[in-house]
């Protein structure tokens, strides 16, 4: 009997530490698994922050973009009303330009030059004046500056 008391012994013996060793195995992997957990949650809290901080500065780029179109926007405006008012100016000037240039044309076809030939006599008997039509001066050419 005591060799079965023996044998029951270390059969029990092996049995605890075979519980003993599956209780540290398990508490080792919930200290793993607790361990990964606590990791996971720091870095869902993490990538919650980023995401914040992301949204937050898509927000403010998104503000100055809708700021820049407006702006931009409004230049392209104020350059197309440049423009036309350029242009509208220049059809100005050049029809402007080219009324005078009639009319310097036609001052031209119209002057008359009075020539006075005659000696100097004051008596006023005949001094014999005669029209006649002068040709236009020519205009000058603008110089360069260098000669």
Known sequence: MVRAMKVYTVVLALIASACLVFAFEANSRADLAS???????????????TTRDVLRQNRAVVRENRRLVRRYNKVVVEARKMAAAKKASDAAMQQRALQLA?????????????????????????????????PAAAPSAPTSGTS
């Open 102 to 134: 009639r009319a310097a044309r036609a001052s031209t076809r119209t002057r008359t030059v009075v020539v006075s030939s005659g000696g100097g006599s004051s008596s006023g008997g005949g001094g014999g004046s005669v029209a006649a039509a002068a």
């Open 35 to 49: 361990r990964q957990k606590r990791a996971w949650e720091a870095e869902v809290t993490q990538w919650r922050a």
